[in-house]
């Protein structure tokens, strides 16, 4: 696997997130097979892991420290914070809001310790920003915790292009998480890519296969459980998900011309885009993990990145990322 950074931290060139395993795609109750992924995954070469408080909640941080802790010197695993979360309520609602306030920081950071059962968190992320709280004083309590050992490196997801400039005058921030796929450029356009060309700061892009629609695999939306989260998005309504679909299999043609699956060429599109960006494609499958680790060795031209941009456009594509409520967290 070859590697790349995110600030001062090496890593694979693809990562795993290990949000499905506990959370959002009908999560599953296999914690054995989950941890025979997430080995796998080792012995593939991958080395950077990602979950988060609100996965589960929590069931996520302490399957991923369970998974890892044989491994704990030679992986990176990064977790994040940011959310007011009711563990009593369904994962649709569950989320109230945003919480970046300095002694949440530190709550968090202390809990996601014992969860993960580690001394130290490699990647900590606030996961929205909070518009109620300067960033400079999340990002300030956060740096605490760096000084403190606690913490490796920090980093932001879903940030404006403007804040995640102020975050990094408080304390270098290593990356940035958003969602980044063929059907999804909003760090393109909104300035964050660029950002972090020029600050030298790593792009973490998540859902980078469309949340499983650009692998093919997805035909119907009655496939999909009754509670996974995939059923409150516009892009999976049901107009807008047949739309979507005609377009994956344009995607799905020319991965045939070059013989890889369309999942590999939706990664390898990504991967191309820059040496300082590293996908995190989740799965709870071991033959999907190995499917997609191959992607970091599938080679584009630059006129095969050209097409596949043109081919997928977001322009093209129907319904937007999130419902409004939840819209109206990213991009702070």
């Known amino acids: 696997m070859k590697h790349r950074k995110l600030g001062s931290l090496d890593v694979s060139a693809l990562g795993l997130g290990c949000m499905g395993m506990s959370h959002g795609y009908s999560p599953s109750t296999d914690e054995s097979g989950s941890i025979a992924t997430i080995h796998r995954a080792v012995e593939l070469g991958v080395t950077l892991f990602d979950t988060a408080e609100v996965y589960g909640p929590y069931k996520n941080e302490i399957l991923v420290g369970k998974a890892l802790k044989p491994h704990r010197d ?124 020029e600050l030298g700061i790593g792009f973490v892009p998540f859902s980078p296969l469309g949340r499983g629609v650009l692998t093919g695999a997805l ?42 699956t369309a999942g590999q060429l939706a990664l390898a599109w990504v991967l191309a885009q820059g040496a300082f960006i590293v996908p995190i494609p989740g799965t709870t499958k071991i033959g999907n993990l190995e499917t997609n680790v191959a992607a970091a060795d599938v080679g584009l031209t630059p006129e095969e990145v050209t097409k596949l941009g043109d081919l997928l456009s977001p322009k093209k594509v129907a319904g937007g990322r999130y419902p409004e409520r939840m819209a109206k967290m990213a991009g702070k």
């Open 219 to 260: 035909k119907k939306l009655d496939g999909l459980a009754a509670d996974d989260f995939r059923r409150t998005l516009p892009r999976f309504e049901a107009e807008n998900f047949d739309v979507n679909l005609a377009l994956v299999s344009l995607l799905e043609q020319m991965a045939a011309e070059k013989g890889v």
């Open 74 to 197: 030679k992986v990176v695993i990064a977790t994040k914070f940011g959310f007011r979360i009711d563990a009593t309520k369904s994962s649709a609602e569950m989320i109230s809001g945003t919480d970046g306030r300095p002694e949440n920081v530190r709550a968090v950071a202390e809990a996601s310790l014992k969860r993960l059962d580690t001394d130290v968190i490699d990647l900590f992320y606030q996961h929205r920003v909070d518009p109620a709280v300067p960033i400079e004083e999340t990002v300030g309590a956060m740096a605490e915790l760096v000084r403190e050992g606690k913490v490796k490196a920090l980093g932001l997801s879903e940030a404006s292009a403007e804040t995640l400039r102020r975050a990094h005058n408080v304390h270098p921030i290593a990356a940035i998480q958003s969602e980044y796929s063929l059907w999804t450029r909003d760090p393109e356009e909104n300035g964050v890519l660029d950002t972090c060309r």
